[in-house]
């Protein structure tokens, strides 16, 4: 598995306004989408740091995966996620590796993306996430600019 570069870091967060308001007046930083996922009972929150996105996560039900994480690890970082191309052979690599996988066909996440989380039990604790832009081309590293 060869990423790109990390597409975003995930925070979960108990209330997603105060969050936001905490970016932007403490970093400068400007929220450029809120999107729900019923799907996984989030609501999330993006900013851009240079090439990567914090993405804030507000769990809409106290029983969803951010929920139950805030309860039991309370706010903090909740995910790294990585850009990969060709998700279902990386997961099918990584499988083969002996990873652990949550997700064993990629689903659909926020921004349009397909995404998959690996296990943080065969990851060293951290929760981690690939996703593929199938709309873009890739990461041009000599840039370090996204590709569309």
Not at 42 to 47: H, L, M
Not at 52 to 65: N, R
Request: with cysteine.
């Amino acid at each position: 598995m060869k990423p790109s570069h990390i597409e975003h870091i995930g925070i979960a967060v108990s209330n997603l306004e105060t969050a936001i308001s905490f970016y932007e007046k403490v970093f400068g930083l400007k929220c450029y989408n809120i999107e729900e996922v019923a799907e996984q009972q989030v609501r999330t929150a993006f900013f851009m740091v240079g090439q990567t996105k914090i993405e804030l996560l507000e769990s809409t039900d106290p029983e969803g995966p951010i929920g139950k994480f805030i309860e039991k690890k309370g706010e903090g970082i909740h995910h790294i996620a990585f850009a990969v191309e060709k998700i279902e052979e990386q997961l099918v690599h990584a499988e083969k590796m002996g990873v652990k996988l949550i997700d064993s066909t990629p689903r659909k996440g926020t921004e349009g993306l397909d995404i998959a989380f690996l296990h943080p039990k065969s990851t060293y604790g951290v929760l981690i996430e690939i996703c593929e832009n199938k709309k873009s081309v890739g990461f041009n590293s000599i840039t370090n600019q996204r590709v569309k």
